[in-house]
């Protein structure tokens, strides 16, 4: 399995793979967010694609696809994990993780965040994760 940040020039060049891998995780934000608009993040390099494929017969095969962005905060600031999307995640996940921690370093993050359905607790403890706190929400749309 291979892992690799996309740089912004390149993301038309898997765009048509990897977009379907992250439609569900657009429609879970309730109207927040498109795929068109994370597109337009990670052109404008205001987010940043990584992605994790294998090569079979001259072909990429993408099994996943996560969006990263840097949330600052007034002391310091955090790599966000903000969309992920695919399949066979066991398979990619041990590595992905350790590329955001490495980035993440690199980049003088105070630590790596995500906020994410509860179901993903369970994947990222598994990589020292701790669940810190739920996000509610009172939709306001029809009321």
């Given at each position: 399995?291979i ?5 912004a ?13 992250l ?16 597109k337009?993040?990670?052109?404008k390099e ?8 294998k090569v ?7 099994f ?23 399949v066979n ?5 041990t ?5 955001f921690?490495?980035?993440?370093k690199?980049?003088h993050?105070a630590?790596?965040e995500a906020?994410a ?9 598994k ?6 706190w ?10």
């Amino acid at each position: 399995m291979i892992c690799s940040m996309v740089p912004a020039s390149m993301i038309d060049t898997c765009w048509e793979e990897v977009s379907p891998l992250l439609e569900k995780a657009c429609r879970l934000t309730e109207g927040r967010c498109e795929i068109d608009d994370v597109k337009a993040m990670l052109e404008k390099e205001s987010a940043h694609l990584w992605v994790a494929y294998k090569v079979e017969h001259d072909k990429r095969i993408f099994f996943g696809a996560v969006v990263t962005r840097f949330n600052t905060y007034p002391r310091c600031r955090y790599l966000c994990l903000v969309f992920c999307g695919g399949v066979n995640f066991e398979k990619w996940r041990t590595q992905i993780m350790s590329m955001f921690r490495n980035f993440a370093k690199e980049m003088h993050c105070a630590g790596i965040e995500a906020t994410a359905r509860k179901g993903w607790s369970k994947l990222l403890a598994k990589d020292g994760y701790k669940a810190r706190w739920v996000a509610f929400e009172l939709p306001l749309s029809g009321v």
